[in-house]
């Protein structure tokens, strides 16, 4: 074995490059089932972040769906999901162009079957269901007019386009997981109003499916202002399932004859924050058997409940990330799952034995085990004697070693939502770091996902604070611990999670250079200028506005620039509709006015969050080619420079 050779963290050469990192991109989701055959969406960066459609068979075959030209991508909500039906060999989908809702039978091209709308993109369409007999569209419906807010509602449509779609739920702000009962005869979905968001309350309601799509005899069956339904289903003998954290963890219900029953309490997530639509985090076995994704100290496993026996049974795989989970009724599952070691793809699992077999992969490279770092978990001391969590992944590569009387930087990622958490399966943009000499801690502060409401709620009125403050802690644990350069600490995140990082910068003085990514820099403006989903979040987060307007001024960085002293680079995507590049121009004045040295690199076509595999790049060897400099390490391999300012 060849020894190692030591050379200054930083400048250690990878084979992860930013290049491999942006092909790496490629990403799958949202699983259906038909026949012999398994469905999944497939995002591109290469294809401009364009989302395909795409069938696969259990030899492992797969092919597009959804030709050349169209992008299979719904903007409900702007974060969309949920944007294709299969039912049985047609496939519905939204195109993210126009928004408009299109059928694909076999050997034909894609058609039309919604109105085209008078604004562009005006009319969206989401997490549909068709009926039995093949007939109507039941799905999320969003429309978009001049000067006033989005409507949301509940539309049927007929699935040849013959008529326009028809309201048949409406007068919420929100709805969603509109689904049928196995014999047709009845519709379950969500609801919830601002100024909540839904893993703060929703409510879940049942009606009667008529002949024509309409509902009969609505009734609630569960939910609140404070209790949060995920993910309702009806099992195969027509029993109504649902999370709900009511007992203050996500865990799963069924409601039976007016009752509400716990099927297996357990002190760990079944459900996440419904940031988009279609998640499925449980399914329905063959004997009435459940199998189920929960989330534990940070990663996810699977678990069977089976009837009657009111607990959970662990099923044992070395997946840590379950991102999706279908059944075929019998014993085999369908997940998008992965591990710190392997990027996520479709895995077949017999529920029985818990054998997994990979049946496709967007993986095109596979990195040596030599050069990836495995993280822990690490539970850290934070403010109010508590304790909050992360992720550390300490700098690996088995070619380079650190001087012995050095100790490596360490990049603070703080995940965006904020009411999210950090993935836990291979994410070659951090490996791209720790493999030349950078550890990474991946933060999930308090208000983060995955253990119970009570810890997210940490962050209700305390925006900008338990979070940063959890981020900062992170780094002084590891500082404390001998693990990393506590002089040479770094901040990084994106949308809220740059918001995180532009409110650490300004507020504190613990890292020495930043990297927002189309993050937050004024709240006052985000409450004005954004879109409907979010436009009520900052009252859970920070206060009700224009009441807490000084609070609002006192959580915003843009206003305090004065207290920055430290360098910061900013990504912005030109036609980001969740956080305007006014937040980064704004941060950017403000900078040069200061005199402090940034760099500032804007994307035209990119919306929140980058898809493209140019910009994963770019902004990959801007950011590191921007740490060079600040903090005066070579780097291995020659990358584009960036221009930065006042330095």
């Not at 162009?97 to 085209?116: M, N, V």
């Not at 436009?535 to 000084?550: A, N, T, V």
């Amino acid at each position: 074995m060849t020894p190692s050779k030591i050379a200054t963290y930083g400048s250690w050469r990878s084979p992860i490059t930013a290049a491999s990192v942006a092909a790496g991109g490629k990403s799958t989701m949202e699983i259906h089932l038909s026949g012999d055959h398994i469905y999944w969406l497939e995002m591109r960066p290469h294809e401009g972040g364009r989302y395909v459609v795409m069938r696969g068979s259990l030899d492992g075959s797969a092919a597009d769906v959804t030709p050349s030209g169209f992008n299979t991508r719904t903007r409900v909500h702007e974060y969309g999901g949920g944007s294709y039906i299969v039912h049985r060999s047609t496939i519905y989908f939204s195109n993210f162009t126009d928004q408009r809702l299109y059928r694909l039978d076999p050997d034909q091209p894609p058609r039309p079957i919604t109105p085209e709308p008078e604004i562009p993109a005006g009319l969206r369409y989401a997490d549909g269901q068709v009926t039995l007999n093949g007939r109507l569209i039941i799905c999320v419906h969003e429309r978009h007019q001049e000067g006033s807010e989005a409507t949301n509602e509940l539309v049927a449509l007929p699935t040849d386009g013959s008529a326009p779609p028809r309201t048949i739920v409406g007068g919420g702000d929100f709805y969603s997981s509109p689904r049928l009962s196995p014999d047709g005869q009845y519709l379950a979905w969500l609801t919830w109003d601002h100024p909540r968001m839904p893993w703060d309350g929703t409510e879940l309601w049942v009606g009667e499916l008529l002949p024509d799509g309409s509902i009969d005899g609505a009734r609630k069956i569960a939910g609140g202002p404070q209790e949060s339904i995920f993910q309702p289903e009806w099992s195969p003998d027509g029993i109504l399932h649902f999370i709900s954290d009511r007992s203050r963890w996500w865990n799963l219900y069924c409601e039976h004859e007016g009752e509400v029953a716990p099927l297996a309490p357990i002190k760990a997530d079944l459900g996440v924050p419904q940031w988009q639509f279609g998640y499925s985090r449980y399914a329905f076995l063959s004997d009435s058997r459940i199998v189920c994704v929960y989330n534990q100290d940070g990663l996810h496993h699977l678990g069977l409940i089976e009837p009657g026996k009111g607990s959970l049974k662990s099923l044992e795989t070395d997946f840590t990330a379950i991102l999706c989970v279908k059944s075929d009724g019998g014993d085999e599952l369908y997940c998008v799952a992965g591990d710190f070691q392997q990027a996520p793809s479709i895995v077949r699992i017999d529920a029985g034995t818990g054998e997994a077999k990979v049946i496709y992969t967007t993986v095109e490279q596979v990195v040596d085990p030599g050069y990836v770092s495995i993280p822990r978990s690490i539970e850290f001391p934070t403010e109010g004697d508590l304790t909050a969590h992360a992720l550390f992944y300490p700098s690996t590569n088995r070619d380079h070693t650190g001087p012995p009387d050095e100790l490596p930087p360490l990049l603070v990622l703080s995940h965006g939502g904020p009411t999210g958490a950090a993935r836990s399966c291979m994410q070659l943009g951090t490996q791209y770091w720790t493999s030349r000499g950078v550890a990474v801690v991946d933060v999930n502060y308090g208000g983060s996902t995955g253990y119970g409401r009570d810890y997210r709620q940490r962050l209700n009125g305390q925006w900008g604070v338990v979070d940063t403050i959890d981020c900062i802690n992170a780094a002084r644990y590891l500082t404390d611990q001998g693990e990393v350069d506590g002089q040479r600490l770094i901040i990084h995140g994106g949308s809220a999670g740059g918001y995180t990082t532009l409110c650490a910068l300004t507020f504190h003085d613990i890292f020495s250079a930043g990297a927002s990514y189309f993050g937050v820099a004024d709240v006052e403006a985000l409450t004005i200028d954004t879109h409907k989903f979010e436009s009520r979040y900052l009252d859970s987060l920070i206060g009700p506005y224009p009441e807490m307007k000084e609070l609002y001024y006192a959580r915003s960085p843009i206003h305090f620039t004065d207290r920055l002293s430290c360098p910061v680079i900013l990504f912005q995507g030109l036609e980001d509709m969740v956080v305007p590049p006014s937040q980064a121009e704004l941060m950017v004045e403000a900078l040069e006015a200061k005199g402090l040295p940034y760099a500032y690199l804007a994307f035209e076509g990119e919306q929140h969050g980058f898809r493209k595999a140019e910009t994963t790049q770019r902004c990959l060897e801007a950011e590191l080619y921007f740490y060079a400099r600040i903090f005066g390490f070579d780097l291995a391999d020659p990358v584009d420079s960036v221009r930065i300012e006042n330095l």
